[in-house]
């Protein structure tokens, strides 16, 4: 039984990873204008580059997929099967199941809205807007950043996507000894940094730093490989999630690996879950605490 308690703190634990940390979403909000860009005119050269990055967002409105989903957090590392569910502007759901067993353990739902955790270990759930959980809010969850990341795009923070006429915000800097480029936007004390193939422009790694200065540093790394054809582009078969943070009194290192299997571009599913009447709502302060200390 203590396995699947941790398959459930699993999922809880994915939204500190899938975040950054404090004052991120008020940052990320902040008006467009806000992004700090090189007083430099980009050249010819970066625009083509970064609308080469741009174009390799994939055309499919639906994504699902089996999934193998590893927590490494501490001494404590758990692998068990899973799915994800994700629709374009809309919603991205991952499912933990009982290894072997198949009995679903946990959901995790992010839609434009609200988010839903459901632990039916304990058949109790959250589900509120993202500003009145308390622990969302500051952990600076926001949907259309976090949508971009699991589609492997770029991003403008507090815009829904990035249209031709913002990649001229975009920082492109050119690295000669390597087969890699960076794509860089600088927002008060935030920094998101893209790297990028070379030949193909196929974002490998999402790096968003934090920097609170006396207060600490957080840092999300989001990085991408076994990309595989989806369509006419390439999606990410393996995506990993390390998020550290030096800002509590005891420093955060949680890394959580997702491996797809059988991606699809299946539509013919619910974009949003009904909780049991049987299940109780609870405050995710409540969750967290319980399933933090099994």
């Not at 203590?2 to 004052?23: D, F, P, Q, R």
């Not at 994939?58 to 927590?71: E, H, M, R």
């Not at 009145?132 to 923070?157: A, C, E, H, R």
């Amino acid at each position: 039984m203590k396995a699947l308690k941790y398959i459930m703190m699993a999922l809880v634990v994915t939204l500190s990873a899938c975040a950054t940390k404090k004052k991120m979403q008020t940052d990320a909000n902040t008006s467009a204008t806000a992004i700090t860009q090189d007083t430099r005119q980009p050249s010819q050269e970066q625009l083509q580059f970064a609308q080469k990055v741009s174009d390799n967002a994939l055309y499919q409105q639906n994504l699902v997929s089996k999934l193998s989903f590893t927590l490494d957090a501490g001494k404590k590392t758990i692998t068990v099967p899973g799915s994800i569910h994700m629709r374009k502007n809309d919603v991205i759901r991952i499912q933990l199941f009982v290894p072997l067993l198949g009995t679903e353990v946990g959901r995790l739902e992010f839609t434009k809205d609200y988010v839903l955790i459901i632990d039916r270990i304990h058949k109790q759930y959250i589900k509120d807007d993202y500003n009145k959980v308390d622990f969302l809010k500051k952990q600076g969850i926001n949907f259309y950043s976090l949508q971009s990341m699991f589609w492997n795009q770029l991003f403008t923070p507090g815009t829904q996507k990035v249209t031709e006429a913002e990649l001229s915000k975009f920082n492109v800097e050119f690295n000669k000894k390597t087969n890699i480029n960076s794509l860089t936007l600088k927002q008060d004390k935030l920094t998101f940094q893209w790297l990028a193939n070379k030949a193909k422009a196929l974002i490998e790694q999402v790096d968003v730093t934090y920097n609170g200065n006396t207060s600490g540093t957080t840092t999300l790394h989001w990085t991408y490989s076994d990309f595989r054809a989806f369509g006419s582009k390439q999606y990410p078969n393996k995506q990993t999630i390390a998020f550290k943070s030096t800002m509590e009194k005891q420093p955060k290192d949680i890394k959580v690996t997702f491996e797809l299997n059988d991606v699809s571009a299946n539509n013919n599913w619910d974009t949003r879950t009904t909780v049991s009447e049987k299940y109780k709502a609870v405050k995710a302060d409540e969750v967290l605490k319980k399933l933090m200390n099994l």
